[in-house]
């Protein structure tokens, strides 16, 4: 390490154009939340400061990505930067066959469709909003096989993501391995607040599918931040590149879905890749009914060309060290003074315990949803509900599910914000935390039927 490289964490860029903020007044962001339905999904962003909603998209791109879509080869068949994209997946997640989506959920769909039957069973680590809906749309029922560590804010075990290959032996004895069309791995696992899973596990959770004859389907969406905790982590992996752990991760199962929006730092753009020449086949066929040719899959020439450049930048690991730096900055800072966070910080975000944090409010009225409409209220800090809200409603019973976390997600947007941006962040936390005793829940006003934390509106109680 050279002198003046800092041990700690510290962006590989310089700024080369800036995006305006407007500053707002408490009253100004009073009216705001109001018209909004207390619900941060529907605020508009000029009336946001600091943008931590999520870190879908909402990537900065760089010169060498903003030049790539300016070589948008934008033919209707066949574009070049569709052979780049097919090309770079396969050099660095190892995939055999590409199918690009216009981002994460067209893959869901399109797999889900493809492998699920009415009645199958979908085991996974922890449900994932679309990825379910998708399964449970398709037939299928979603069964949570992740270890019991993950849902407990306070554990400190290191891959929280991990498989409990017991609760998935017993659901395969029970079922039968026939009822079950796949396993989905999330790597990382963002409902848990962004746990890594390990290779261990990885390869325990290969060897026992491959016994049963049973495919593992992978949301590689967040792999490059895992594969960085594996580093970080994992004893045997500490000199291997996070390109080689990436490949090795991916090596342990038949197919990806994948966001683009989160690892692959741009602002559009997902794809499905698979092994499996005849389910790549049926995927070519079906993606074209759904999302656009098999050669653009609803992306223009120039989204493709900029997620291939983003998966080169993406395994590069002054990139992952800083981006992950930042967030383990806030989550030390906000440790330091006392706030309840989950621990250990993961890789896309700070997690509020807002259990611990609003005690006095019960779950059924949104303590989380509330405690992020304070935080913008104190200070234009826009994060997202984690809890009840997300978790949504049981098919057949009707009834909400009451998840164990009751969350509010700070996301960090790659390579946006700078250091005094998360000073500011951690200080509004830490107003809304002293004055915590004076807020009140939430009700909720209007419920949509499919994914209503993205259209549910509340009024203060
Ligand atoms: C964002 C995300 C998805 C869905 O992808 P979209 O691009 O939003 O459709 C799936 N899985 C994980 C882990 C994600 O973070």
């Known amino acids: 390490m050279g002198k003046l490289e800092r041990r700690s964490w510290a962006e590989p860029f310089k700024i080369k154009v800036v995006e305006p903020l407007k500053m707002t007044t408490r009253e100004d962001r009073l009216k705001a939340m109001a018209e909004a339905g207390y619900n941060t999904f529907l605020l508009r962003s000029e009336d946001v400061y600091i943008d931590l909603l999520t870190d879908s998209g909402t990537n900065a791109m760089s010169d060498y990505q903003w030049a790539g879509m300016m070589l948008g080869d934008e033919a209707y068949a066949g574009s070049k930067n569709y052979y780049h994209l097919e090309e770079n997946v396969g050099k660095f997640y190892g995939y055999k066959y590409l199918v690009p989506t216009h981002q994460g959920r067209g893959a869901e769909h399109i797999i889900s469709k493809l492998l699920i039957k009415p009645g199958d069973y979908v085991p996974g680590n922890m449900y994932f909003t679309t990825t379910r809906l998708h399964q449970e749309l398709a037939g299928g029922t979603f069964v949570d096989v992740i270890i019991d560590e993950a849902h407990d804010s306070q554990n400190l075990h290191p891959f929280k993501g991990n498989i409990d290959l017991q609760k998935l032996e017993d659901l395969i004895k029970k079922v039968g391995e026939k009822k079950i069309s796949y396993v989905t791995v999330a790597a990382t696992v963002n409902m848990a607040g962004g746990q890594p899973i390990s290779m261990e596990n990885l390869r325990r959770i290969r060897a026992l599918t491959s016994k049963h004859n049973i495919k593992v389907v992978f949301d590689a969406t967040r792999a490059v931040e895992n594969a960085y905790f594996i580093k970080m982590r994992e004893k045997g992996f500490e000199q291997r590149s996070i390109a080689e752990i990436l490949k090795e ?91 309840p966070i989950v621990l250990p910080v993961g890789g896309h975000a700070v997690f509020l315990d807002a259990k611990r944090f609003l005690p006095h409010i019960p779950q059924l009225q949104f303590p989380a949803q509330t405690l992020a409409a304070e935080l913008y209220l104190d200070s234009g800090i826009r994060s997202m509900e984690r809890g009840i809200v997300s978790a949504g409603r049981s098919k057949e019973t009707g009834d909400h599910y009451y998840p164990k976390l009751e969350l509010v997600r700070l996301t960090f947007p790659r390579r946006v914000y700078t250091q005094a941006h998360c000073d500011v962040t951690a200080e509004s936390v830490e107003a809304v935390f002293e004055n915590r005793d004076r807020i009140k829940g939430l009700k909720m006003v209007y419920e949509p039927k499919y994914l209503r934390f993205f259209q549910a509106r509340f009024e203060r109680l």
Request: proline share 1%.
């Open 249 to 339: 991760m991916c090596s342990y199962t038949d197919g990806a879905t994948m966001s683009g929006k989160k690892d692959l730092l741009v602002n559009i753009g997902g794809f499905l890749a698979l092994n499996d020449y005849d389910v790549f086949e049926e995927a070519r066929n079906m993606v074209v009914v759904y999302e656009g040719l098999h050669t653009y899959g609803g992306l223009a020439g120039r989204d493709m060309e900029a997620m291939a450049r983003g998966i080169e930048e993406a395994v590069q690991e002054p990139h992952i060290k800083a981006r992950i730096g930042q967030v383990e900055y806030v989550g030390d800072k906000l440790q330091s003074i006392g706030v």
